[in-house]
């Protein structure tokens, strides 16, 4: 049972485990009745005198072991290079939904102002329709823009202000996946 105490900015918690009695009854038994701040957790049936195997009404909490496992999977995800760029220059890591993406390298492509070009595919899809990141690259002022679109493709814009000639490029970003 659950219950609170105290007032004004001190408020005491506390939790104890109690019996709540049922009825006797010569027909179908039914769960007594229970407060809102209380918490079945075992029902023991009695057939006259005789106590029955106790029954687990909820589900057991898992462990923290249990809990972490169900979160941390990580898992490399495999895509596909595009034409020019190296396969170890990207490499994309999953957390369940997380998704962390990392392009280090030099890349054999290239891009004028705005030109899109293509880095990879095979990405997970994003949660929402695109997903967009910046990247440092070598011999450009401003920093180019990365997209993941809704298909799950990998993409690289020039920032406006100049071309990209290829070259050593960085960029690390995460987003949710659906």
Same mark, same amino acid.
């Given at each position: 049972r659950y219950t609170t105490s105290g007032s004004g900015g001190t408020l005491v918690e506390d &939790?104890?485990?109690?019996?709540?009695?049922?009825?006797?009854?010569?027909?179908?038994?039914?769960?007594? @009745?229970?407060? @809102?701040?209380?918490?079945?957790?075992w029902r023991l049936p009695i057939d006259g005198v005789s106590l029955g195997d106790p029954e687990r009404v909820t589900q057991p909490m898992p462990t923290v072991k249990e809990l972490w496992d169900s979160i941390s999977h990580t898992t490399a995800v495999p895509c596909a290079p595009a034409s020019g760029v190296p396969a170890n220059a990207i #490499?994309?890591? +999953?957390? =369940? +939904?997380?998704?962390?993406?990392?392009?280090?390298? #030099?890349? =054999? &492509? +290239?891009g004028g102002m705005w030109d899109a070009?293509?880095?990879? #595919?095979?990405?997970?899809?994003?949660? @929402? @329709?695109?997903?967009?990141?910046?990247?440092i690259a070598q011999g450009v002022a #401003?920093?180019?823009?990365? +997209?993941?679109?809704?298909? =799950?493709?990998?993409?690289?814009?020039?920032?406006?202000?100049?071309?990209?000639?290829?070259?050593?490029?960085?960029?690390?970003?995460?987003y949710l996946s659906v």
């Open positions: &939790v104890r485990p109690v019996v709540v009695r049922g009825t006797a009854t010569t027909g179908t038994p039914a769960d007594p @009745s229970i407060g @809102s701040r209380d918490l079945p957790l #490499s994309v890591i +999953r957390y =369940g +939904r997380v998704v962390r993406v990392k392009v280090v390298g #030099s890349l =054999g &492509v +290239r070009i293509n880095l990879a #595919s095979g990405l997970p899809k994003p949660d @929402s @329709s695109e997903v967009y990141a910046a990247g #401003s920093p180019l823009l990365l +997209r993941v679109d809704w298909n =799950g493709n990998l993409g690289i814009r020039g920032a406006g202000v100049t071309g990209w000639n290829g070259g050593w490029l960085f960029a690390s970003f995460t």
